[in-house]
């Protein structure tokens, strides 16, 4: 099966520094989102985006499906963008089983 | 308001108990997924279900079971054969083709 590698494991930003989230795929994709995990576990679906660039407020993502990797931009952070981001990818025929990376925990601090 | 209930938040477990998770979603959504999430680590499948009364594994499904009767209900039974049961479980729904992708509140197993 497909293969999700993201990095860094952590980070540590002060609030309002900015950051790049990357995502790596061992094969072509259907389906890739990122998620942000708050401290309680909840889940939420930031971006779905198999291919090209999204932006949401201060976050954007972009896919460049060709070379294999997603990135997440982070800018202007705040405390409450701490947590574990996900990354998580699909290459099956329905694309909807995605395969999720280990994580990226990020903390930012006063 | 949409969304997905799992439930309960905490789940205590003796050994060789089995025990029932449940998942309710009121998204109108086809597909139903079940994750395993340990410390420190990323989610793993159990199972997923794209239709009713129609379910697959997925890397980890040894010693769990599910049912798809309703297309708003996937539970998850945790069966004694499950080794190493204590983990944060996760229910999630999505459209046809993975979007839409949304996760309950998720389930904290502890096996006592």
């Known amino acids: 099966g497909i293969q999700v590698e993201q990095s860094p494991p952590d980070l540590i930003l002060q609030e309002g520094a900015n950051s790049t989230l990357r995502c790596n795929f061992s094969d072509s994709v259907n389906n890739l989102q990122w998620f942000h995990q708050n401290p309680w576990g909840q889940l939420i679906n930031l971006f779905y985006i198999p291919s090209g660039t999204k932006q949401n407020g201060r976050l954007s993502a972009t896919t460049v499906a060709t070379e294999r990797y997603s990135l997440l931009y982070i800018s202007s952070s705040q405390t409450t963008d701490s947590g574990v981001y996900f990354c998580a990818a699909s290459n099956t025929g329905t694309a909807s089983k995605l395969t999720f990376g280990t994580g990226t925990r990020l903390q930012v601090t006063l | 308001d949409g969304g997905i209930t799992q439930s309960p938040k905490y789940l205590f477990r003796k050994e060789g108990q089995n025990v029932t998770l449940s998942c309710e979603q009121n998204?109108?959504?086809?597909?139903m997924y079940w994750y395993r999430q340990d410390p420190g680590q990323g989610l793993r499948l159990i199972y997923y279900?794209?239709?009713?009364?129609?379910?697959q594994k997925g890397d980890i499904a040894e010693g769990y079971s599910v049912s798809r009767e309703k297309k708003e209900s996937f539970p998850l039974t945790v069966t004694s054969a499950q080794k190493n049961p204590t983990a944060f479980y996760l229910c999630?729904?999505?459209?046809?083709?993975?979007?839409?992708?949304?996760f309950g509140s998720g389930t904290r197993l502890t096996v006592v």
């Open positions: 999630a729904s999505s459209a046809t083709g993975g979007t839409g992708y949304t």
């Open positions: 279900s794209q239709i009713v009364n129609d379910f």
């Open positions: 998204l109108n959504h086809d597909a």
